[in-house]
């Protein structure tokens, strides 16, 4: 069964940084570019970044590009995304989705996600 | 543009046809994608690619494209379809983006 487990979401101060893992387990993760999505209270979804199978290629949404950095670790089939400079604006929940294909240039489908970690960034 | 317009609400009576509609110039090059989100829970994909189902979503569940305009349809929809939908669909340069989310009510 395909799982997707994300946690590192906590409340945090404006400007502060926060790592958020995303530990994948029933299938080849190397195999397929990962994402994330966030989805501010109330709101609609909204694609943050995308990574490739080997981890080499990297893709951001504008408004985080410079301040979040996604990464993975193939062995520990594990997804990271490193958030910088944090803003009111990032508050959110984000989601894990697993992609179809090995590269984002291929495919935008998100077949799988994960069930969510909440983001709070508030003084 | 990246932009995706979605009608902010539909309903439909119980067991009538409704179609959801997704526009965006991306669509004349890339398909859409479409998912389901119920209240509190993550987006479930539901349409892919040309008109795929993953596994496991009923057959009342259809997609199609024409120019700009990209729908979902479901064809005899139930309660349990009550849920917000969202289209997505990506540029050429590897960014993705999500229309606004249409809220489905179901009478």
């Known amino acids: 069964e395909v799982q997707l487990l994300e946690s590192g979401g906590r409340l945090v101060q404006p400007g502060g940084s926060l790592r958020l893992s995303c530990a994948a387990s029933g299938f080849i993760f190397s195999n397929y570019a990962m994402s994330w999505v966030r989805q501010a209270p109330g709101k609609g979804l909204e694609w943050v970044s995308v990574i490739n199978g080997g981890g080499e290629e990297t893709y951001y949404e504008d408004s985080v590009k410079g301040r979040f950095s996604l990464s993975r670790d193939n062995a520990k089939n594990t997804l990271y995304l490193q958030m910088n400079g944090l803003r009111a604006e990032d508050t959110a929940v984000y989601y894990c989705?697993?992609?179809?294909?090995?590269?984002?240039?291929?495919?935008?489908?998100?077949?799988?996600w994960g069930h969510g970690t909440m983001v709070s960034v508030s003084s | 543009s990246s932009e995706l317009t979605q009608d902010p609400a539909v309903s439909v009576a119980l067991g009538q046809t409704v179609r959801i509609t997704c526009q965006g110039n991306s669509l004349r090059i890339y398909s859409a994608s479409w998912y389901q989100q119920k209240p509190g829970q993550a987006p479930v994909l539901v349409i892919y690619g040309k008109n795929s189902r993953p596994s496991g979503i009923p057959d009342r569940f259809s997609g199609s494209t024409s120019g700009t305009t990209a729908s979902l349809t479901i064809t005899g929809a139930q309660a349990e379809d009550e849920a917000d939908y969202y289209c997505n669909s990506r540029d050429g340069s590897g960014k993705r983006f999500f229309g606004g989310g249409t809220k489905l009510t179901v009478l």
């Open positions: 989705a697993k992609g179809r294909l090995w590269s984002p240039l291929q495919d935008d489908i998100f077949d799988m």
